[in-house]
């Protein structure tokens, strides 16, 4: 597999699948995706980079752990929801809000955030596992 | 909330600050410490009046109102006394731990678990709730561990930690059913409803099991034989747990609950059966191991384990001037007991040595500790004029009664308390008088923190008979009141009154002198009699948990044989076995379905995926069935699509990518054969299970299909989706707003199976130990 195509094209193929993750889950609260599925797509460009290029490779690109970046995910999940005791309503109550940069009106909410939560967790545990069985065919 | 509530916590929060304290300011940070329970003494102390007028406080927060549970207290005459104790001398104990281990570089950590601990007693004794009781008892059993084993570097001092939690635990999850088992009978979940509806739960069939519930708690935490053995164990803990723990809190806990739920639980025969026969067995047991002891700490153990029996004795009696008694002889032993295992740690801690035969003539050397000593040690022997006397006058006044019962129960009682004598005579005495003995350490008398404590309590002792009256009205009275739940006066009073409770006292005084002037002697017969007995609880509670160990090993070992396909096979199997035998049991089999109607591409694609299939199962080698199983994968995801499911269908692409390059990377490391052959025998098992499996699957699927759809949820989700949730994306609002909670609960188990798929990775490969390291008792 370690062709020099593959190793050539890999990295600009993981760009173009991490930005395509970031769209997908992004766009997920009103078109098909989400951050579940948004994680995947970029776990599998990570799972790809290190097939081609090597673990180090992904390892130093991502900078943090992948397990680090999991937990982060997880932590900013369970905060989310966490927002809503300032405004005396149940956990997990979605609350939103409205934000201007310029001209552009942009809908913030912590749903948003719990489904980036989301994503970090799969981003993170997924491309974990597939860099430490990676890692093992090397030695 | 009350200023009382933030009172009760103030020890937790002391508990925290007490590491950084003596970090920064060392060992004397303690009596900056030594402020919170003071202040909580004094302000529990404001309630005494109230109490004494005979009224109850209650009051608290609601914790998890749809359990019932709150965060409630009740201050009456019961809980007041204990709370008093426990702060106060709670106070002394932190004082004494500074001096104790003033140069023990884990001090903060060490006051941290008291404090701790303090509250957590606090809370057993105020609690009101039933659940905030169950939790606070936990506490107890979970901080006293960390505090027995607060040296852990020693194999004997774990062993005792872990003992007292498993003994002291067992018990607490008792305690849970019993709560439980109350509540259920008579529908209450705070105590101070409860203890006036006693009738309820006394009339009640399932009186028995509530009774032996609370009774298995009892008597596990305040070591009723045959559980009596953690106690002495737990002695391995420094000098200031032991003196704390085993004084006037935690082991006092079981007799507080029998105390407690003496209005509830309480005169019936059973209960006063059952209670003075535990009782009078601990205390004689106990009593007659004491003898035998050598060393102060151990011999004030066991004493400790044979008051609490005489306390449960008198608790169970069933006459109002017994339970006057217990409440008499409780507050008394809380003070001398405290005072005394004080005085074991600095005669200990100054002269090198706990061995009563390698001690004496220390008193011009220890003056002031001297003095402690004698004055708990007296009280101790029930000598006048001590509260110690009026305790044993007021039990010998109550149980000393002409039916049989009651005479083999006063017979047996004046022997343990004569044997109770001689030990304090022993302890007060030996180390002290006599000729100067040459200890391991120069000895000589510790420093204030040390002895401010022992002296503080001794003299308590004293100055409680003097000021009897005092005594009776704010403390004796109104706990006798609020155990027994009816009005009790006390009157005891340091005087010789001529009668049959002075001539009790007269026969316990001389048989304790003559046993006294043969200690070594009766010393040594204790000790053969146990090397012919040669086997007791302690032994037996080993032989327990390596008997537990041994057992879950046979079972792991059948369950975990570590062969993949025997996992998978099995649980292939129950699931398709379960699912066609309730379709069958039931009579919901599916009905044959009709041959449906779809277009040439949907025809196509199922087509595709049952090729992916055929492929799976005439694939040569490994790597090609799983490459084959993702046409499959692949083919399912578009019907998907084409079936109008788009996240489904997407989500299902991704995870058949990631499937197969996962399970490739697998097989690249696991050495295998390229090929897979086996016995013909196996396949056809395998293909049965395979069918059994996928078989009862599809019935499944069909049954649910032909139920009727009820649009219930649909219809909200897409009527509200776009409302409430500002999303279009009616799964993705499911996932993230609607259901919210359970993604949480996904993702977290998304992320451990992550950290454990890594851990298994990374593990190598090693024997397997199993052994379980047992660590035999000192002995």
Known sequence: MNTVIFR???????????VFSVFILL???????????????????????????GVAAVRRSLYFHPISIAGFGLLLAGLSGALSVFFHVPYLTGLWTKVAIGSVELDLSTPLFFDIGVYCVVVGAISAIALALEERQAD | MSVTLYILMAPFLAALLSPVLIRFLGHRAVWLLALVPAFVFIH???????????????????????????????????????????SGIGTLIILYAGGYLSSHPQLGRFVGFLFLFMGSMLWVVMADGLIALFVAWELTSITSF??????????????????????????????????????????????????????????????????????GAAFTKSAQFPFHFWLPNAMEAPTPVSAFLHSATMVKAGVYMLMRLNPVLGDTAVWETVLPLFGIVTLVTATLLAVRQTDLKLMLAYTTVGSLGLLVMLTGFGSERAIEGAVYYLVAHALFKGGLFMVAGIVDHESGTRDIRKLGGLRKAMPITFAAAALAGLSMAGLPPFIGFIAKEEIYAAIGKGDLWSISLTVLAIFGNALMLVIGAALAIKPFLGAKVETPKHAHEGPVLLWLGPLTLSVMGLLSALFASYSNHFIISPMS???????????????????????????????????????????????????IIGWGPDRGFDQVVAGIVRLSVAITRVLQNGRMEAYMTSVFLVFG???????????????????????FYEWGM????????????????????????GIQGFAVAVIFMLFGAPDLSFTQFMVETLSVVILALVMTRLTLNKTDRRPMRETVFDFAAALVAGSAFTALLLAVVGVPFDPALSEFFSANSRVIAHGRNIVNVIIVDFRGFDTLGEIAVVMITGLAIIALIRVKQRKPRFEYELEGPDE
């Open chain 2, 146 to 215: 960390l505090l027995i084993g607060f040296d852990h570097n020693r194999a004997a001092s774990r062993r005792a930690a872990i003992q007292a939690l498993l003994v002291t635990g067992a018990g607490g999850l008792s305690l849970l059913a019993g709560v439980v088992v109350l509540n259920r009978i008579s529908g209450m979940t705070e105590l101070s409803l409860l203890i006036n509806g006693g009738d309820v739960v006394r009339d009640s069939p399932y009186y028995l099991l509530a009774l032996i519930l609370v009774l």
């Open chain 2, 481 to 531: 009141t609020a155990v027994a739940g009816t009005g009790i006066e006390a009157h005891g009073v340091v005087a010789f009154h001529i009668g049959l409770p002075l001539l009790l006292s007269l026969v316990t005084i001389g048989l304790g002198i003559a046993i006294f002037w043969k200690l070594d002697t009766a010393r040594l017969i204790m000790a053969r009699v146990l090397h």
């Open chain 2, 44 to 86: 529990l102390s404001g309630y005494l009046p109230t109490v004494a007028a005979g009224e109850a406080v209650t009051g608290g927060i609601q914790w998890v109102p749809s359990l019932g549970a709150n965060l409630s207290y009740l201050i009456d005459g019961l809980s007041l006394t204990f709370a008093l104790l426990i």
């Open chain 1, 8 to 18: 050539a094209v890999a990295p600009y193929l993981t760009a173009l699948m991490v």
């Open chain 1, 27 to 53: 766009r997920g609260h009103n078109e098909p995706g989400g951050g579940f599925i948004g994680g995947l797509i970029a776990a599998s460009a990570f799972a790809m980079y290190g097939i081609s290029n």
């Open chain 2, 577 to 599: 076995i379960s699912v066609w035998l309730s379709l069958i049991h039931f009579g919901e089999l599916p009905a044959w379905p009709s041959f449906p109607s779809m277009t």
């Open chain 2, 606 to 629: 199922m087509l595709l995926a049952l090729l992916g299939l055929i492929a799976v199962l005439t694939a040569y080698n490994r790597l090609t069935a799983i490459v084959s199983l």
